[in-house]
């Protein structure tokens, strides 16, 4: 895809709608299916509400997963408006973030339903952690050289996202490591951390 305009139909394509527009889908999607890890309690009655507040894991594990769906797909609309143009390369990489993105849902169902089990906090917080990943190839690869980045992005502006981008990482490595010792305590960090970066997820790429 070529980085300057083309005119389709009249129209002015900046090759990164159909990105964009792709990427909104499949956040979306993820985001939706995470609802669907809620069942409803078999025992009626007295036991209904009980087991309502009782079973407390999914709701935990619900909250996590849609902020972490939230805070990427704010971050990657920023990082969106940083980009001039994309090329195959910067392609590929978002599709793998993506796949990523797409496949929440599953761990977030295996730290729901077995909460004490270090193997469904590990595949939760491998997720989050190769997520974390391949949101910074990403943006080193888009901003190397400003291969792709807009004129308007300042030198130090890049800099202050790539760290931004950075600390995600061992961030997240920490909820793996913390599967180890206590697997519903390294979902409860992840809950934190996403609570943690939501007020500055709009602003990681503010140019103002």
């Known amino acids: 895809m070529s980085g300057a305009p083309a005119r389709i139909g009249g129209v002015e394509e ?9 990427s909104d889908g499949v956040f979306a999607i993820a985001a939706t299916l995470l609802v669907l890890q809620f069942q ?4 009626h009655g007295p036991a209904f509400g009980h087991e309502l507040l009782h079973n407390w894991h999914p709701y935990l ?13 704010i971050n990657h609309h920023h990082l969106m408006v940083t980009i001039a143009r994309v090329d195959r390369t910067f392609l590929f990489i978002s ?16 730290v729901a339903e077995a909460s004490s089990e270090p193997a469904a906090a590990y595949m939760y917080g ?6 974390a990943v391949v949101f910074n190839v990403l943006w ?5 050289d ?17 760290q931004a981008c950075a600390v995600g990482v061992p961030m997240t490595g920490l909820v ?19 609570v943690f970066y939501l007020p500055g997820a709009a602003m990681m790429f503010d140019r103002s």
Do not use: C
């Not at 594990?61 to 797909?73: D, E, K, N, Q, R």
């Not at 491998?126 to 997520?131: E, F, K, Q, S």
């Not at 080193?140 to 190397?144: P, V």
């Open 176 to 194: 793996v490591l913390l599967a180890t010792w206590t697997p519903l305590g390294s979902v409860i960090f992840a809950f934190a951390i996403s």
């Open 95 to 110: 599709t793998l973030l993506l796949l990523v993105v797409a496949f929440i849902p599953y761990p977030t169902q295996l």
């Open 14 to 22: 900046s090759g990164t709608s159909r990105l964009e527009t792709f």
């Open 61 to 73: 594990a619900y909250a996590t997963s849609f902020l972490t769906i939230g805070i990427i797909w």
């Open 140 to 144: 080193i690869y888009a901003s190397r």
């Open 40 to 43: 409803v309690p078999k025992h």
């Open 146 to 162: 400003r291969r792709l980045l807009s004129e308007a992005m300042l030198p130090g502006q890049v800099r202050a996202v790539t």
């Open 126 to 131: 491998g997720t989050l952690l190769v997520m």
